[in-house]
């Protein structure tokens, strides 16, 4: 499975929200996550099952979608949310963990 | 809280063997989840390696699975990456995680690995 991400860049002023994009090359169901990444940081786990924010994750960020095409929300964005955020998608068996090729959040 | 420490050689010649490990501190590992490797290039994308389950069964990317080895030493609270066969496209910061079935989700910090002569 092929996950691509888009776009790439994207340019947003603070407090604008941002709609960011992921599609799976086949149905994937709603097995994914997505992750934000911080310069110099590890990943942080943001969001699985496409929907459901995991532990501490504040409700600016939110995600849908299912088979295909998924989409990460952020509203009123915040200084800490400019990052690079990767969507995954996870197998149940064989177990397997794809990450897209990210979209970078930067300050218009 | 449970904390992942990468620890191994910082640079790395072509052909030969890349071997990390990682300290796991506040979870046993044979306790339960899985254990995995990620990498990243610099400057570029995520890619999942491998993982290997409490029980000490590994399962790899099938793109890497003819060059990883993944273990565990439970006496020491550690597992283990072994690459074989490096080239300079081996070159990246490795990450060690705790994953659960949606994927990694408690990170270590990193280790840059250069594969250089």
């Known amino acids: 499975i092929v996950m691509t991400q888009s776009p790439a860049t994207l340019s947003v002023s603070p407090g604008e929200s941002a709609t960011l994009s992921c599609r799976a090359s086949q149905s994937i169901d709603i097995n994914l996550a997505w992750y934000q990444q911080k310069p110099g940081q590890a990943p942080r786990l943001l969001m699985y099952?496409?929907?459901t924010r995991a532990t501490g994750i504040p409700a600016r960020f939110s995600g849908s979608g299912s088979g295909t095409e998924f989409t990460l929300t952020i509203s009123s964005l915040q200084s800490e949310d400019f990052a690079v955020y990767y969507c995954?998608?996870?197998?149940?068996?064989?177990?397997?963990?794809?990450f897209g090729p990210g979209t970078k959040v930067d300050i218009k | 809280q449970v904390q992942l420490q990468e620890s191994g050689p910082g640079l790395v010649k072509p052909s030969e063997t890349l071997s990390l490990t990682c300290t796991v501190s506040g979870y046993f590992i044979s306790s339960g989840y899985s254990w995995g490797w990620i990498r990243q290039p610099p400057g570029k994308g995520l890619e999942w390696i491998g993982s290997?389950?409490?029980?000490?069964?590994?399962y790899y990317s099938p793109s890497l699975e003819s060059r990883v080895t993944i273990s565990m030493d439970t006496s020491k609270n550690q597992f283990s990456l072994h690459l074989s066969s490096v080239t300079a496209a081996d070159t990246a910061v490795y990450y060690c995680a705790r994953d659960n079935v949606v994927g990694p989700t408690t990170w270590g910090q990193g280790i840059l690995v250069t594969v250089s002569s």
């Open positions: 290997i389950y409490h029980t000490g069964d590994p």
């Open positions: 995954q998608q996870y197998n149940n068996w064989p177990p397997l963990f794809t």
């Open positions: 099952g496409a929907s």
